[in-house]
């Protein structure tokens, strides 16, 4: 287990990725505080909108973070196709509800942004457990991206960051921003990579951060 901070999403629902980034940047500058309304200005966020991950890929990166990213998502040709790639490349469900929630043609900028930093590293391919067990292991903070219905067991999509905080054969645990907040909610891997894994396999995203 990791002793990471935890802190929950805002009212508004919508800064699953700022908490996220929030409970980071704590656990590495714990005598900083840093403001929902910082936040979301680093990570490009916009009111009623939900937040890709571009943009705070490259803060963390400028403030002297290893950022690896798995996730079979070509962000090169999204930079370029924009809205028409992301239609012909996703389930209609994850993208109907992406262009609903996302500021698609900012997003597709950033992406501009992200491809052309060689500090990020893009792993272009579907995470997998092994993945999760072996960069925990080797002292990575780990985020993932999950669809929230499936855990708990219900129908339905949205995208949703976690931060990953431990782990063992069958289980593992995660603060869950919300809403509603649980810290360390603990749930069996097999319904955790479920959860990854939907509306398709190649949904899967992990996120590891380290401090340089």
Known sequence: MLTIPFYPNTKDDTHCVQACLKSILKFYFPKK???FAYLDKVSAHKKSKGTWHSAFFL????NGFEV???ED?????????????????WPEEMFLTQKKFSDLKNEQKLAGKLVQNKKVILKMRTSTLHDIRLLFKKGYILLSVVNPYVLEKTKGYISHLVVITGLSKKTITF???????LKN???SLKL???AMRYPSKESANLIAVKKN
């Open 68 to 70: 690896i990213n798995i």
């Open 59 to 62: 803060f963390l990166v400028k």
């Open 192 to 194: 955790f990579l479920r």
């Open 73 to 89: 998502f070509d962000y090169k040709k999204f930079s370029k196709y924009g809205e028409n790639f992301l239609k012909k490349n």
């Open 33 to 35: 505080d840093y403001s």
């Open 185 to 187: 909610r603990k749930t």
């Open 175 to 181: 603060h869950d921003p919300g809403l509603p907040p």
